[in-house]
């Protein structure tokens, strides 16, 4: 029901749009800004490229707007324009989307204490740095599954890449996680 639901207010909003009603733009880029931004962020370091990509994902998603179908929720469709724009610039720019690299394993212990708040917060700030440390498509992958909490479908239609393939780069990005941890920890 839910889904209908999106699909219909998805159809008034490009509607009114489509008809003239530019504020109503304005409403999809607040309700889509942070998923986008998320994956620019994730795919690109330059704060200046970023804002760039931001830009030119909005300007093509008003002006292709006539285009969207409806097979899947406005933010999605969004959402693969910016990936697709993030490695098209990515391919220019002759930036590897993946790079998988050869990591080396070690031990990682964690001794639970009085001071169990400071080791959660530590061990987040090493994930995070970590995560940086992803080839782009990966860090993309598990920001769109762990932090926006997108299911693997919708992820899939955003990057154009099978469920499969999403769930194997999955796996790879959280073991490379997993190593690189080890290894400097």
Do not use: C
């Amino acid at each position: 029901m839910s889904t209908e639901s999106n699909h219909f207010s998805d159809k008034v909003i490009v509607t009114n749009i489509l008809n003239g009603n530019v504020q109503g733009f304005a409403l999809v880029v607040k309700d889509t800004e942070k998923l986008i931004t998320q994956i620019v962020r994730k795919m690109t370091t330059n704060a200046d490229d970023q804002k760039d990509l931001v830009q030119d994902i909005y300007l093509k998603a008003y002006k292709n707007l006539p285009n969207f179908k409806f097979q899947s929720k406005l933010s999605t469709w969004i959402a693969n324009i910016a990936y697709n724009t993030t490695v098209n610039y990515l391919q220019k720019k002759r930036i590897p989307i993946i790079e998988i690299e050869t990591t080396i394993a070690g031990n990682f212990i964690v001794t639970e204490n009085a001071e169990v708040e400071t080791i959660k917060t530590e061990a987040l700030e090493i994930l995070t740095k970590e995560i940086a440390k992803l080839p782009p498509l990966y860090k993309t992958l598990i920001t769109l599954y762990h932090l926006e909490e997108l299911p693997n479908k919708e992820i899939a239609e955003i990057t154009n890449l099978p469920e499969g393939t999403i769930k194997s780069y999955l796996s790879r990005a959280r073991k490379m996680l997993k190593d690189n941890m080890n290894y400097h920890y």
